[in-house]
């Protein structure tokens, strides 16, 4: 069994891949936590232990441990983690480690694992050219060129983050619900941030898709992914698939690829 960590800024996802099923794909299960920067090893573990005792699993199954963080200052504390709950060398995604997508930036050590993990999980879902959309704390575009490279792509401030922006910084406005408004024209102040909130990151979402998809091979596919990908899907005129899996199935596959 393969447990999979994607730690992201605002959550901690995770996935457990019995890899010796032919529908390895699939994990059988998922879980989703809020990233505590403070957490200590022995806090990851007594997490993880009661997520898995929800399920009625035990750590002696899992067999390898893969971890994608953006969060430099929690690797200690998982390596840590790994070594001391699972008795195993966690694998991190991190340079060096053997991806099958050339990266084509700048400074391809700048390029955060979780965008690398998108690219592994869009090419080994649609062998083409590709976007994907993670809707996470920041909104990421992710672009794969038709020979499986990473060409670059944009980032953009998260939903989440211009909503908290709009209710710190104006002292009337309340806290809102993120969601898909029944109407485009509010009549109350709750109402008017919503569409507001959701419809304008739609805008920013195709405004960049816009002008990304000219430039590229007239193939690519516009892919979602991350907490918000369905909330906004729902509304874009360019994304055509929602896959909730693809950053964690990338780390699946670049476990298996590595671990051989």
Known sequence: MLLAL???????????????????????STWRATTHREYTADEFGLLLKSLFGLHGLDFGIVTGVAIASVVPPLDS?????????????????EPGIKTGIPILTDNPSEV???????????WDRV?????????????KFDVLSRNGEFLGGAIAPGLGIS???????????????IRKPSKVVGTGTVDNMQIG?????????????????PTLDPATKVLATGGLARLIADGSKYITEVDDLLTLTGLRLLYERNRR
């Open 6 to 28: 994607d730690v992201g800024n605002t959550n901690i996802v995770a996935a457990l891949f019995d890899l010796s099923r032919e529908n390895r794909g699939q994990p059988l």
């Open 77 to 93: 504390a998982l390596r840590l983690m790994t070594e001391r709950f699972f008795s195993l060398k966690p694998m991190f995604v």
């Open 112 to 122: 955060g694992a979780d965008r690398i993990l998108n690219c592994v999980g869009a």
């Open 127 to 139: 062998h083409g050219p590709a976007i994907v959309v993670d809707l996470g704390t920041a909104t």
């Open 163 to 177: 909503a908290d922006a709009l209710f710190n910084r104006a002292a009337k406005l309340p806290r809102v619900d």
């Open 197 to 213: 909130l959701y419809y304008g990151y739609i805008g920013l979402v195709d405004g960049i898709l816009e002008r990304m998809l």
